[in-house]
């Protein structure tokens, strides 16, 4: 392959990978704007009450309703860092990093969250960061190594979001679950 025709697929991957997580985002924001000006922040409502069966929908909804927009913009940029790490290694990666995350995160505040309203991408975010962090351990390639390490050196300190803090508006069980279960994800994807 000439250098010109790898810039070019190189352009076509990097163009695919901005439409894909700025497609998210902005549903993300979309939903937020709407919830905001248009209903209160009533649609919040449909995130998750743990243990309560009318909320298992907020499984799925959970990671697009956010408190208000300091919450939307923490989590748009982590959302937007991470992402695009899990996806450089692939689309399919991404789908099934996200799945298993929202997932896990979801079914785990359901059964274990304390009570109150649990909302936002934080368990998609953590998701991504426990994938990243352990998939090199997993995988045991140097390239899959060397970006666990760069997530470790950059994002290390998002460790300490998966254990219980002061904020009670804070679901450290949504961090803690999405962070099992972007390790249930990295396992599953190194084939290993």
């Known amino acids: 392959?000439?250098?010109?025709?790898?810039?070019?697929?190189?352009?076509r991957?990097?163009?695919?990978?901005?439409?894909?997580?700025?497609?998210?985002?902005?549903?993300?924001?979309?939903?937020?704007?709407?919830?905001q000006f248009l209903f209160a922040g009533s649609l919040n409502n449909f995130g998750i009450y743990p243990r309560n069966p009318n909320s298992l929908r907020g499984i799925i909804l959970m990671p697009l309703l956010h408190g208000n927009f300091a919450h939307i913009l923490s989590n748009t940029a982590s959302f937007l860092v991470l992402g695009w790490l899990v996806l450089i290694r692939g689309l399919r990666h991404f789908i099934w990093v996200s799945l298993i995350s929202i997932l896990v995160s979801g079914l785990g505040i359901w059964f274990f969250g304390s009570?109150?309203?649990?909302?936002?991408?934080?368990?998609?975010?953590?998701?991504?960061?426990?994938?990243?962090?352990?998939?090199?351990?997993?995988?045991?390639?140097?390239?899959s190594i060397a970006l666990s390490l760069m997530v470790m050196f950059f994002y290390g300190s998002l460790i300490w979001g998966i254990?219980?803090?002061?904020?009670?508006?804070?679901?450290?069980?949504?961090?803690?679950?999405?962070?099992?279960?972007?390790?249930?994800?990295?396992?599953f994807l190194s084939g290993k």
């Open 163 to 187: 254990f219980p803090g002061d904020d009670p508006r804070i679901s450290w069980e949504g961090h803690l679950f999405g962070f099992i279960g972007g390790v249930l994800a990295a396992k």
């Open 1 to 11: 392959m000439s250098q010109e025709s790898s810039s070019k697929a190189l352009a």
């Open 13 to 35: 991957e990097l163009k695919r990978h901005a439409v894909i997580l700025g497609s998210c985002i902005a549903l993300m924001w979309a939903v937020h704007l709407v919830n």
């Open 115 to 143: 009570a109150g309203i649990h909302i936002g991408a934080s368990g998609l975010i953590f998701g991504y960061f426990g994938f990243l962090l352990l998939y090199g351990l997993f995988e045991r390639s140097l390239p």
